[in-house]
């Protein structure tokens, strides 16, 4: 049956063509841009990233924005549907899609235009996907979209239409991802769409509920076990200033080596927010293995300047490294113990060594993770899932002891012999 003049969608089929691009520019001054199947690029989104930029965001947030821009287009291309005509039925259609249908497989940029008989099959020592690691206990990548996903993607989309229509961009009249009426929630993403949503007390009406994260901290002998598993003197260094100083993985890349001030025992990074720079202590070990790594590369012919980064590729042509070299690093550590940790975690680790010191004031765990609010530090009060499977274990342990050594019923109570002599006279 027809709705407003289009068919209804079988969705169950629909395939998400892959048509159109986000590319890097390479200039700062856009550093993405979102193409259109014919190549052009898409103009009511070139003009929403120049205004991201104005904001004073980050250069990765047209990328972030840009990857939810390009998935909602290739839906309306599908459709031939132009993107200031899409529909609350066409959005509603669209989050229904994300919620239930498969990911795109991404193929392997080695594999693309190879037949598909001719692309290797899954490892069949891989973990199935949604299936929780036996060594961590976190889940693995499953097949749908993430409800954080889709939330950030509900709000991007949102956001992009109320930019276009306070602009009276094109044929656009309302915005096709609609408020809620009687729908609150306590955190959305980007301080604009918190802003407003503080005001109105209103949220997206297809945006999805997002569980609650529990950090998860690497146990310190299994933390040896990854660091064991490092090959090279950088990579021990980089994850040796990760947990001692507790910073982002992007923001320890952007340090120069002018900024590893041994004297004083701090790195200088780059923070990923406000992009100040801060100077954050760090432990010996790790200013060991990072003088290491800089014996070993310089002789290597690694540039050599206080003004230049201070982490490099470790085969030339020499590169400054970036976060998805390092994160490859760091699942290559991770292959050795079958566990699926990410550098975020590292982060999260050293929140917690640093708070389960009892003399330092959790303001100075603030500063050094770089929070806006002392309240953030919050997630680290409730219990991990190793506490409260340990706590669990052990209680089951003690009922166990109980049952089988119960402990030894107390006499009745009686009269006592002496008593009783004073009493009756001696009787």
Not at 156 to 176: A, I, K, Q, W
Not at 284 to 301: H, I, M, N, P, S
Request: aromatic share 10%.
């Amino acid at each position: 049956m027809p709705v407003e003049g289009r068919p209804v969608r079988d969705l169950m089929s629909f395939v998400l063509p892959e048509i159109g691009e986000l590319r890097e520019t390479g200039n700062p001054w856009e550093p993405y841009e979102l193409l259109a199947p014919t190549g052009q690029p898409v103009e009511p989104v070139m003009v929403f990233f120049k205004d991201l930029m104005a904001a004073d965001s980050s250069p990765l947030t047209p990328r972030s924005y840009g990857m939810d821009l390009l998935r909602w287009l290739r839906f309306l291309w599908a459709f031939d549907i132009e993107w200031d005509r899409a529909g609350r039925e066409d959005a509603r259609d669209f989050m229904l899609w994300m919620k239930l249908a498969d990911k795109p497989q991404r193929v392997h940029w080695r594999h693309r235009g190879m037949p598909p008989s001719k692309i290797p099959s899954p490892r069949a020592d891989r973990p199935a996907p949604g299936v929780a690691n036996s060594v961590t206990g976190k889940p693995t990548v499953g097949t749908k979209y993430a409800a954080a996903t889709r939330a950030h993607c509900e709000t991007v989309l949102r956001t992009f239409y109320d930019f276009h229509l306070e602009r009276n961009t094109g044929s656009l009249l309302v915005n096709p991802f609609p408020l809620a009426r009687n729908r609150r929630s306590p955190r959305t993403y980007g301080a604009r769409q918190r802003a407003m949503e503080q005001q109105t007390g209103r949220t997206g009406l297809y945006r999805p509920k997002i569980p609650k994260r529990i950090p998860r901290r690497i146990p310190d002998d299994k933390y040896a076990e990854v660091f064991g598993g490092l090959r090279s003197h950088r990579d021990r260094a980089l994850l040796a200033f990760w947990v001692a100083t507790g910073a982002r993985a992007d923001e320890l890349l952007t340090s120069l080596q002018d900024d590893a001030v041994v004297s004083r025992q701090t790195i200088g990074v780059i923070r990923k927010g406000t992009r100040d720079y801060q100077e954050l202590p760090a432990s010996t070990d790790a200013f060991v293995w990072l003088r290491l790594y800089q014996e070993e590369a310089w002789r290597k012919g690694v540039p050599r300047s206080r003004s230049q980064p201070l982490w490099w590729t470790l085969r030339r042509p020499w590169r400054p490294l970036n976060y998805d070299a390092a994160r490859a690093m760091f699942n290559r550590a991770n292959q050795v113990l079958g566990a699926n940790w990410t550098l975020h975690d590292l982060r999260h680790t050293a929140a917690f060594l640093m708070l389960d010191d009892p003399e330092m004031p959790p303001a100075y765990v603030q500063h050094i993770l770089g929070h806006k609010y002392l309240s953030t530090l919050d997630i680290y009060n409730r219990p991990t899932r190793e506490d409260v499977v340990g706590a669990g274990l052990a209680h089951h342990v003690r009922q166990q002891q109980r049952r089988e050594n119960p402990p030894p019923v107390p006499a009745a109570p009686a009269y006592d012999v002496q008593s009783l002599n004073i009493l009756f006279g001696g009787r």
